[in-house]
């Protein structure tokens, strides 16, 4: 099956600075999530988009759709030591009877020294 | 708040034996869905199913199966376990695309 491409696959940053990564995709999405997991968890939905160009905020996390549909980024803005896990992007091709077969990228590893 | 619940937290198996993974939602969703985690591939769907005794192939669902008898609980089966599962199992249960995960169940087949 398909998959998306995350980059960077690893961050490791200093407690305060901003943070970006992003996904990417040869085919169309109608809709973009991302996730993040903390360790000994299952991912947690942070932001979910729905409209090519969306720019979505959730706190000091902010979200785009790309205009293509074919891409997604997420910034985290002034992060702090409790940002730290996994971040993974996702698709979804359609509504319906496709609700929650999701595409997942390979997911970005986040570390924030104090 | 949704709870997914995983009935095993880590596993260890034999090679050949049969391996079933319970996981249980208490939110009255239809949707259910198991995934797989391995580190540098992200998720990858397993199977999925959106009624009681419905189930539908995701993109690798060579060497599993799954059960679906009541609208809480899917099961994922390794008929004949193999080396090659190894991984971390994550089940879901979803509101539209919204997936809710359990903690998932980290299963290492020897």
């Known amino acids: 099956g398909q998959q998306l491409n995350q980059s960077p696959q690893s961050m490791f940053i200093q407690e305060g600075e901003d943070v970006s990564m992003n996904c990417t995709s040869s085919?169309?999405?109608?809709?973009w999530l991302w996730y993040k997991q903390e360790p000994g968890e299952g991912p947690v939905l942070l932001i979910a988009?729905?409209?090519?160009?969306e720019l979505t905020s959730n706190g000091r996390l902010t979200a785009q759709f790309g205009i293509t549909r074919k891409d997604s980024f997420l910034n985290i803005s002034a992060s702090i030591p409790s940002d730290v896990g996994i971040y993974f992007c996702?698709?979804?091709?359609?509504?319906?009877?496709?609700?929650?077969?999701?595409?997942f990228g390979q997911g970005t590893i986040l570390t924030v020294h104090p | 708040d949704v709870k997914v619940t995983q009935s095993s937290r880590y596993l260890v198996k034999r090679t050949g034996e049969k391996v079933f993974l319970e996981c249980v939602q208490d939110?009255?969703?239809?949707?259910m869905f198991w995934y797989r985690q391995d580190p540098g591939l992200g998720l990858r769907l397993i199977y999925f199913?959106?009624?009681?005794?419905?189930?539908e192939k995701g993109d690798i669902p060579e060497g599993y199966s799954v059960s679906r008898e009541k609208k809480e609980r899917f099961s994922l089966i390794l008929e004949s376990a193999s080396t090659n599962q190894t991984s971390m199992y994550l089940c879901?249960?979803?509101?539209?695309?919204?997936?809710?995960f359990g903690s998932g169940t980290q299963l290492s087949v020897l």
């Open positions: 988009l729905y409209k090519a160009g």
């Open positions: 996702a698709g979804q091709k359609g509504g319906g009877t496709s609700y929650g077969k999701l595409t």
């Open positions: 085919s169309i999405f109608n809709t």
């Open positions: 199913s959106y009624d009681v005794k419905m189930k």
């Open positions: 879901a249960s979803s509101i539209d695309e919204k997936l809710f």
């Open positions: 939110m009255d969703h239809e949707n």
